[in-house]
DNA sequence: ATAATAATGATAATCGTTACTATTATAATA
DNA sequence: TATTATAATAGTAACGATTATCATTATTAT
């Protein structure tokens, strides 16, 4: 069998993902690290992301236009995607243990999980408009 | 200005689109198609497609895994992924109506729209693990 | 230190989708 | 009905995101 050994490359990118909040996707991700690798790949970068997703280390999802995007917090919850500066935010866990019996009740089959995402405009956003 | 033009084969992607319930992706919709239309590019699929959803005449969606897959269904429903056959079934309108205003209270900014998938096993698939 | 092998950077290949172009189909007009 | 204008097509090339390949480098065990 394989076991998995250290490398430099592979915590930049989980500690780079832990100190972000807006859900990058891989490429973002690549430009963010390559401050500190220089000339790290960007094949490198795809590689662990998906290496950390099948170690359930970290969760990747889709939001609607297609695009993957890569999330360090793997614990249930929702996403907010903001159509003017498309940062997606993060929403309390609570609305998911609320939801969750009542979402799944009327499905016809076995429920294993469930995904939700809003579409609008965030708070900032709404807010910078406001004063022009 | 533009002004539309009928043809039959964006005739035949409509019904076709209408007539399935498994919401299909561009490709599958293509390979069905090509049994009226042996020698319809695939470009004029993705082409019509994108159009109507233009139109609004149909909607897109992925649901997780990446892959963009059609509706001819446009009215708010939410949509139930089976992980053994991969079927996506539409689940009833009442479920939106119910879950619409308890949803998006909690959001930090302006909700303009939702969406919501749901990953298990279908009825009919946990029913032939049953038999065997 | 040495050996074994996992991980890398660089690049080629793949896949889904879009763009391009000469030709065909549709619709308006004479 | 014939003519003209142009939207739509089939076929193919191009594109962007992702994955695979491979010689070299880094990590770990002996």
Known sequence: MKTLKYS????????????RTDHPTADALYLSIREEFPNISLGT???NLNLLVELGEIISFTCGDGSV?????????????CKTCGHIH???VSMVRETNEFLTEPVPGRIDSHSVFFYGECADCVD????H
Chains 1, 2 share one sequence.
């Open 90 to 92: 993060d929403l309390p």
């Open 69 to 81: 995007h890569f999330d360090y917090t793997t614990t249930p919850h929702y996403h907010f995607v």
């Open 45 to 47: 970068v795809y590689r």
């Open 8 to 19: 430099r490359q592979r915590e930049s990118i989980k500690t780079c993902l832990m100190n």
């Open 128 to 131: 910078k408009k406001m004063t």
